[in-house]
C-alpha cells in the first residue's frame, strides 16, 4: 500500500494552506459607492429566468414533441436515454422495508466494465453516491466521463483488466430505475409522493435481483463511497455468503443527527418550493429553485472550510461590465465573493439534472440507515446467515487491536452502548474483509463515524477490518478526487 | 482565573460524548407500515397555515388598527415598544464605508444595566450578535429575560456593582435602531433595500454617537460575541484612545469563506422567497418561509454534531396521536428525529421575530469585515490614532510568545501573508489589552480563526493578549451558554 495513504493530519492544514498567493490580494478589493442607485437582484432574477424558460420549453414540446433538443432547460431526467446503459425489468413485486405492501414490479438500470469471468467470480458491484446515475466510467454505449471515471480501467482501483465491473442506477433515483418519477401501473401516472418510503436495504435487494437475473452467485467485492457505503455494508448484512470483500468509504453504519440535519435542511427548502406541490409537479413545472437551494447547501456539505480558504479565499468574482479585477467595487446583497458564485453556479448546475422526489426519497433513505441490531430487528431485516460465528464481547482481546492497520486509532475501552449495539448488527459481516476509509475533513460523515465502522466490525469478531484516515482539505468529496489514496487504498485492498 | 477555563480537548468528545442513555432507545423505532394511504405533508402545510394567520391577522389589523393584540402572528418587529429602551436620535449625518451618501439621520435603541460613576470611566460597551436586541438582560423597564441574562449582574461577568453596561440595538437591526424597516426621511416610506449596505464599523460609528451624546469619553471595555466581537475589534480599531480593554469571544476580524458560504445560503432561501418582493414587503407579507429555512440552516451553524449526538442522537419525536413513544412507527417524508423537529421549531420560532431584510444586511456586513491592511486601506477607514507604536516584523522575537497564556498553541513560525496583512490591520490595538476567546467545537467562527485573532495581535506588538480556548459540545452558541467559563474568563480579564 501507498505511503501516501497515511494522509496529512487536520492540525497541519489551516497554517500551510491558508496561505493563498499574494497575487490575488487584488481581486478582494471593495470600494464605496460613489452614488446610489435602485437596488437590482440578478441573483433573485435568475429563477424567475429560468422559470421563464422552462415555460417557453414546455410550449415548444407540447407544440413539437418530435423535435426537442438538448440545448433546452428540460429537466435532464425528463430525458432518459436507455441505448446508453442496460436495463433489467424485474417482473416480480420487490419487498420493501418501511411498506407492507411491494412494489409490484420495477427497472433497474446498470452499466458494466470489464469481463465476466467463465466462473463468474470476479465481480464487483459498485454502488453509487446519492444522485449519481450508473454512468460510472465511460463506455462503448455512452462515451462521456462518469462519476468515477479516473478509478475504473486498466490498472486502475477498480482494474477492468481482472473485474467485471457493475454499476447501477438505485431503485428511487431517476436514471433509468424506477423512482417516484416512474409510471405506476395501478394508475398510469407517475408514483409522485405516492411511491413508498424505501430504504438502503431495499436498493440492495432490488440490486441482487439484478445479480441473480445475470446469474452471479457471489460477488468478488462490494464498494461504494458515501451512500455506496451504506449500500455496501447493507450487501454483506443482507447476503453474507455472496459477497467477498466489502468497500466503505467515507460512508457510515448509522446515521448521525449531523448528517440528518444537513439533508433535512436540504429537504425543507425543495418542499417549500410553490412548484414542488407535495411531489405531484410531473404534469408542471419542477421545483427548479428549491432544487437549486438544497444544492447550495449540499455543496457546503461536500468540501471544508480549509479548502475554500485556499481556494476562494476573500477573492471577489468579477461582475459582467466590470472585468478589471484590480478595480476596487461597490458591495452588493447578491453574490460578491467567490465561494459565493461557487455555490451558486453549483446549485444552478444542479436544480434541472435530478428529479426533486429523488432527491427528497433517497436522502430520507440515507437519515433512516442504522444498523445497530435493535434498529434491525424492529424492521424484520434477516441476513440470509444463520451461521455467523460468535460475537465477542465488547473490550475483549479478540474484538480489539487484532490486526488493526491503525494503531493511532484505537478503538474505545469502554465503548457506548450505541457502539456494542451497532457490533451486534454487523455480526453477520465479521468474517468478510473489509476496507474502512474516510477522511478528517469530511464534516458530512465525519472521520469518528469512519472509526465507529471499524471499531464495531472489530467488536463484531472481524480480524480483517483495514482501516485508514486520509488528511487533505477535500472533505467528503475526497473520494472523486483523490485517485492516488482513495485508489491505492482500494487497489491493494482488492489484490 | 478558573482551571476550568483550560477546557476539553475535542477528540475526547467522540467517545464520551455519544454514549446516549439506553433507556433512550425506544424512541427510535421504525416499523413497516401495514397499509399505505395517501401521502400528507403537514411541515409544508405549516408554511400556508401561518400565510393565512398572517392575511387574517393583516386584515384585522386594518379593520381596527387599535385593536392589536400580542397573540397575533403579526412579526414582532412591527411592534417597537420604545417604552421598554432608551432611543437616541442623532440628527446628524452618519459617514457609511460602503456608501458616498452617509444616512442623514439615525436611531439608536439602547439599555443600560449598573451606574455610571461620577467620572464616567466604568463604561463596558456590549456588542450584540446578528439578531440580537439591546435586551441584554432585564430591566426594570422591561423585565423579561435578556440574551445574555447570566452574564450580567452583580457579581457577574459584566459586573452591575462595578461597571455600567450600555448594549445598543446595532444600526441595519430592528429593534428600535434605524435600518431598512425604519422610515426613510427622504421618501416617507420604509427603506427596505434602497437602505445602504453598511459595515460592522458603521454600527461602530453609530454608537460612538451614542457615547458622545452620553458624555463617556473612553471606554473601561469594548465586549462582544459572535458579531459583537468583530465590533469590539473595530471599535478598538477606530478609536484606540477610547477603549480601555477589549473582549472578542467566538468572533473573527477576518470572515472566512466558509462562514460566508453558511451565511450566503441563508440569504438565498430569505430572498427567493416569493414574500421577499426585492425587499419591498412591508406593505404586505414578510418572507415568513424564508425566514423559517433561513433559521433552520443558521441553527445547524451554532451547534454541533457532537451536541446533537448527546442530546438527539437518533430519537424519534412522538407524532400527535402517536404519543406512546415505544410504538414502533411508519416512518414519513416530513420531519421524524427530533433533530429534524428541532430545526423546524427553531424555525418557526425565529421567522416573525426579525425582519428578513435586517437579517440580509447584517449578514452581509459580517461577510465583508476584513481587517487586513490591505482591506481597510481600500475603504479610506482611518483609526483615530497615529501614535501607534512601531510594528515588529513577523517572527521576531517580540511579536511572539512574550506574555502567551496559550504555550500550548503557538503562533505558526512562518505566518501565511494573510496574516501579517492582519497584523497590519490591527496595529492600533497594539497598546490595548485584549481577551480572545473561542471555542473547539464552533463551526461558524472555526478556533483557527480565534488564533487567528490572537497571533494577529501577537505580531501587531500586542504584549496583552490573553487567549482561551475551550473545549465542550455547545459550539458556536458556548457563548450564550457557558457562564463558568466564558464568564470566568471574562471577569478574570475586566478585573
Known amino acids: 500500500m501507498s505511503a501516501g495513504l497515511l494522509g496529512l493530519l487536520r492540525p497541519s492544514l489551516t497554517s500551510s494552506l491558508r496561505s493563498a498567493p499574494t497575487r490575488l490580494a487584488r481581486f478582494t478589493r471593495f470600494r464605496p459607492a460613489s452614488n446610489s442607485c435602485s437596488p437590482s437582484f440578478p441573483c433573485v432574477d435568475a429563477h424567475a429566468a429560468r422559470e421563464s424558460k422552462l415555460k417557453e420549453s414546455s410550449r415548444a414540446a407540447s407544440s413539437a414533441t418530435s423535435s426537442r433538443t438538448e440545448s433546452g432547460p428540460e429537466p435532464a431526467y425528463a430525458r432518459p436515454n436507455p441505448t446508453s446503459y442496460h436495463v433489467y425489468h424485474h417482473p416480480h413485486p420487490l419487498t420493501l422495508t418501511y411498506s407492507a405492501k411491494p412494489l409490484p414490479s420495477f427497472d433497474i438500470a446498470y452499466e458494466t466494465w470489464g469481463t465476466l469471468s467463465p466462473s463468474r467470480d470476479n465481480v464487483i ?34 482494474d477492468t483488466n481482472q473485474f467485471f465491473i457493475i454499476c447501477t442506477n438505485v431503485i428511487g433515483g431517476c436514471y433509468g430505475s424506477t423512482g417516484p418519477s416512474s409510471i405506476d401501473p395501478a394508475t398510469g401516472r407517475p408514483y409522485a409522493t405516492t411511491f413508498p418510503i424505501i430504504s438502503i436495504f431495499d436498493m440492495v435487494r432490488a440490486q441482487f435481483c439484478l445479480l441473480d437475473h445475470l446469474r452471479i452467485d457471489k460477488l468478488y467485492a462490494s464498494v461504494g463511497c458515501s451512500m455506496g457505503a451504506m449500500q455496501s455494508l447493507a450487501a454483506a448484512w443482507l447476503h453474507p455468503s455472496r459477497v467477498g470483500k466489502v468497500v466503505s468509504i467515507s460512508g457510515t453504519a448509522r446515521s448521525s443527527p449531523s448528517s440528518v440535519a444537513m439533508r433535512y435542511a436540504q429537504r425543507s427548502v425543495l418542499m417549500a418550493d410553490p412548484n414542488w406541490k407535495n411531489g405531484f409537479y410531473y404534469d408542471s413545472l419542477p421545483p427548479h429553485t428549491g432544487m437549486k437551494l438544497a444544492r447550495q447547501i449540499a455543496t457546503i456539505t461536500y468540501r471544508s ?46 436544480c434541472l439534472k435530478y428529479d426533486a422526489n429523488s432527491l427528497i426519497y433517497i436522502s430520507k433513505a440515507m437519515d433512516l440507515f442504522d444498523m445497530t441490531l435493535p434498529a434491525l430487528q424492529d424492521l424484520n431485516l434477516t441476513s440470509s ?17 487484532k490486526t488493526s492497520h491503525s494503531k493511532s486509532h484505537p478503538p474505545p475501552l469502554n465503548p457506548p452502548p450505541y457502539l456494542s449495539d451497532l457490533a451486534k448488527g454487523l455480526r453477520p459481516l465479521a468474517q468478510i ?22 471499531d464495531a466490525l472489530r467488536m463484531a469478531g472481524n480480524d480483517r477490518v483495514s482501516y485508514y484516515e486520509l488528511g487533505g482539505v477535500w472533505g467528503h468529496d475526497t473520494f472523486l478526487i483523490d485517485v492516488l489514496n482513495v485508489g491505492g487504498a482500494i487497489r491493494g485492498f482488492l489484490s
Chains 1, 2 share one sequence.
Open 305 to 350: 472550510g480549509p479548502e475554500w480558504d485556499q481556494r476562494f479565499g476573500r477573492q471577489l468574482q468579477p461582475r459582467p461590465g466590470n472585468e478589471d479585477s484590480s478595480t476596487p467595487r461597490v458591495p452588493a446583497l447578491c453574490p460578491d465573493f467567490l465561494i459565493e458564485t461557487y455555490l451558486d453556479h453549483q446549485g444552478e448546475q444542479f
Open 385 to 401: 446467515t444463520s451461521s455467523a460465528p460468535p460475537t465477542p464481547e465488547p473490550n475483549s482481546a479478540r474484538g480489539f487491536h
Open 125 to 158: 458491484l459498485l454502488h453509487t453516491g446519492l444522485s449519481a446515475s450508473s454512468h460510472a466510467a465511460s463506455t462503448e454505449a455512452n462515451p462521456t466521463e462518469g462519476w468515477w471515471q479516473k478509478f475504473i480501467g486498466p490498472g486502475r482501483a477498480l
Open 433 to 454: 474483509p473489509t476496507l474502512v476509509l474516510g477522511v478528517q475533513s469530511d464534516i458530512l460523515f465525519t472521520v469518528e463515524q469512519q472509526r465507529e465502522v471499524a
